[in-house]
């Protein structure tokens, strides 16, 4: 293998079994078959087997980086645990060129009954840090876990942050080649989770470890990782640049997921509002819309009777609980009374929605917010993207000036 290569993966498969028992009497059959040098037919599925990881082919060069993004269950973690040597696979082969740290599973390399100080030195010596060079490191990785008198207290007393703490420093601190980070970073508070992604900035930007990264934070996906591979039920349906994979993952494969339901969820009403259009400034109908530009929404009504002083409202929320909304009652604004056919639209200029994918709600009141007439969940989401040369959730309006 190339030696500017990190990481590589080719045509990697595994299976797993439904059945406990099933599995249990599989793995013995296999294991005599290997004794008596038979092999075990893994390219097979038996009674209850599934891929779990279905022909996965991917490269890292040296200081690359890579997103792992998909719906839960489509084998992000088993390829994570693939690569640290966790699992084998059962068809094809991966190789990794220097030292692998990784951080994929809560208490993972610890050992319960013994503390936080003698685990640092059990999981340094897993990832192949040797004891002379964990004395040397040992304060350093004491002072980044920030764990204080817990050092000394046996790991099974720490709560899921105090071990997602003491496994990221030691394995950020045993200089890896290659960093592997599951979604464990997520049970984590919230200074410990900047503390740990400012530290994968200086070992990705400064350093130039290769890092594979799973995550369900869309940002953190985007901010450190140029590369990005989308799974689905353990295939690879894309692999490319990472802002182009979210889209992909989001207006893509996540609607897909949803073709068989309807377009709209009913909580209350009856068919007053007929659709909901997003368009950009152009005008034209759009799902993708830039931080700080312009979006017009229209919402299209059918009433057979006369709706007074109505109100109209359409809330955006994420899945980490980001909530605002539109309604024309907000702004002091009053809409003619109406009925039959029509359109009522607003515009937003600009949308200052922080870049995520939405959810949507929609909502029709007559003279009084309380008084509801209809409301809907719409399964339409709409992605806000960065806006060229911005950095962050959003797109600050700013003007510049130099006095002298």
């Known amino acids: 293998m190339d030696s500017e290569i990190a990481i590589s993966v080719d045509h990697v498969s595994k299976k797993f079994c439904r059945s406990f028992r099933a599995s249990m009497l599989y793995g013995l ?3 005599s078959r290997n004794l008596l040098g038979m092999g075990t037919g893994s390219d097979r599925l038996r009674k209850d087997e599934f891929w779990a990881v279905n022909d996965v082919s991917f490269q890292l060069r040296r200081g690359e980086t890579l997103g792992l993004i998909g719906p839960n ?30 951080l994929i599973e809560i208490g993972a390399g610890f050992h319960p009954m013994l503390s936080g100080r003698e685990n640092i030195y059990i999981n340094g010596a897993i990832l192949g840090m040797s004891k002379k060079e964990i004395d040397r490191k040992f304060d350093d990785i004491v002072a980044f876990a920030d764990i204080g008198d817990f050092l000394d207290m046996p790991v099974k007393n ?52 290769t890092l594979v990264l799973i995550s369900h934070n869309e940002y953190a996906i985007r901010e450190y990782t140029g590369q990005c591979l989308v799974l689905n039920t353990g295939k690879n349906v894309y692999w490319g ?18 073709l068989t339901r309807p377009e709209t969820i009913n909580y209350l009403g009856n068919g007053i509002i007929k659709g909901v259009t997003f368009k950009n400034g152009k005008g034209e109908r ?16 059918s009433s057979e009777q006369t709706i007074k002083s109505p109100i109209f409202g359409i809330s955006f929320y994420n ?4 909530f605002t909304g539109l309604w024309n009652s907000y702004e002091g604004i009053s809409l003619p009374d109406i009925k039959g056919r029509g359109i009522v639209r607003v515009i937003v200029d600009p949308l200052d929605l922080p870049v995520d994918s939405y959810h949507c709600a929609v909502v029709v009141c007559e003279q009084d917010e309380a008084n509801v007439l209809e409301w809907k969940d719409l399964e339409q989401k709409i992605l806000v993207e960065r806006a060229d040369h911005t950095r962050g959730y959003l797109k600050l309006r700013q003007t510049w000036e130099v006095t002298q």
């Open 319 to 322: 899945d980490s609980g980001l």
């Open 29 to 31: 059959k296999d294991v």
């Open 286 to 301: 759009a799902e993708k819309i830039v931080s700080g530009q312009k979006l017009v929404i229209d919402f299209e009504y």
């Open 241 to 258: 640049p990472t802002e182009t994979g979210i889209s992909f993952y989001l207006n893509g494969l996540l609607r897909q997921r949803t």
């Open 158 to 209: 720490y709560s899921s942050g105090m071990y997602v703490r003491l496994g990221f420093a030691v394995a950020v601190h045993c200089e890896p080649d290659v960093l592997l980070v599951d979604e464990v970073l997520a049970v984590g508070d919230r200074d410990f989770q900047i503390k740990c992604f400012r530290k994968l900035h200086e070992l990705t930007r400064e350093n130039g470890i």
């Open 73 to 102: 269950g489509s084998g992000k973690s088993t390829i994570l645990k693939m690569l640290s040597g966790i699992y084998l696979p059962d068809k094809g082969e991966i190789r990794i060129n220097g030292r692998v740290g990784a």
